[in-house]
Each structure stands twice: as structure tokens, then as C-alpha cells.
Nanobody, 115 residues
Framework: QVQLVESGGGLVQPGGSLRLSCAAS????????MGWYRQAPGKQRELVAR???????IYAASAKGRFTISRDNAKKMVYLQMNSLKPEDTAVYYC?????????WGQGTQVTVSS
């Protein structure tokens, strides 16, 4: 099992920035892909960004140019730097990792973008 704990969410004004962090623990050997998803009220969970063990990244169109995903393999952390936040970025953000054929999710952290 892999345990994931997110932090860094909160309330921010439009145009502001937040940095989300996710700490992985437990059976972390073999983790390949680490990523961030989000789910807004009444909507399906969607991919925001993900990063592989060789630092290859994929971003949702809505995140390109504003968000940056990074990982620290030594610390078993994945980060999401979010800049130029918009009200439509409001959602619960979930950390996700892939280890082998298994998916693991964190409990989520709320991000609210509002004036």
C-alpha cells in the first residue's frame, strides 16, 4: 500500500498562486507516475498534470503555462505550483500515484479561487 498526504490548499484571490505538496509513504518502491487530479462540484475528476520517473510531464490544456508539476524522488514528494489562478480552478485537488498496475489516491485538498 501507498499512503499519500496532500497539503497546501486554501483560499486565494484570482491571479494568485498556491503550491500543493504530496508526500508518499508506505510501499513506495516502484512508483512510476505521480500526478495531480481535480474535481469541481458536479463535475468528473480530471487530470491536471502528471510526471513520470524520468521527469516526462503531461498537462491538461487548462493548466499549460500556469501550472508546473515537479517531483523529488529522494523525498518521495510531488508538487504542483499553480500561478495565475482563476475561479474555474476551484476544486478539490487529489494526488495520484501509479505503482505497477495499482493506483493510489490522497484524501484531497481544497483549492478555492475567489475574491
Amino acid at each position: 500500500q501507498v499512503q499519500l498526504v496532500e497539503s497546501g490548499g486554501g483560499l486565494v484571490q484570482p491571479g494568485g498562486s498556491l503550491r500543493l505538496s504530496c508526500a508518499a509513504s508506505g510501499s513506495i518502491f516502484g512508483i512510476n507516475i505521480m500526478g495531480w487530479y481535480r474535481q469541481a462540484p458536479g463535475k468528473q475528476r480530471e487530470l491536471v498534470a502528471r510526471i513520470t520517473s524520468d521527469d516526462s510531464t503531461i498537462y491538461a490544456a487548462s493548466a499549460k503555462g500556469r501550472f508546473t508539476i515537479s517531483r523529488d524522488n529522494a523525498k518521495k514528494m510531488v508538487y504542483l505550483q499553480m500561478n495565475s489562478l482563476k475561479p474555474e480552478d476551484t476544486a478539490v485537488y487529489y494526488c495520484n500515484v501509479v505503482r505497477g498496475i495499482s493506483l493510489y489516491w490522497g484524501q484531497g485538498t481544497q483549492v478555492t479561487v475567489s475574491s
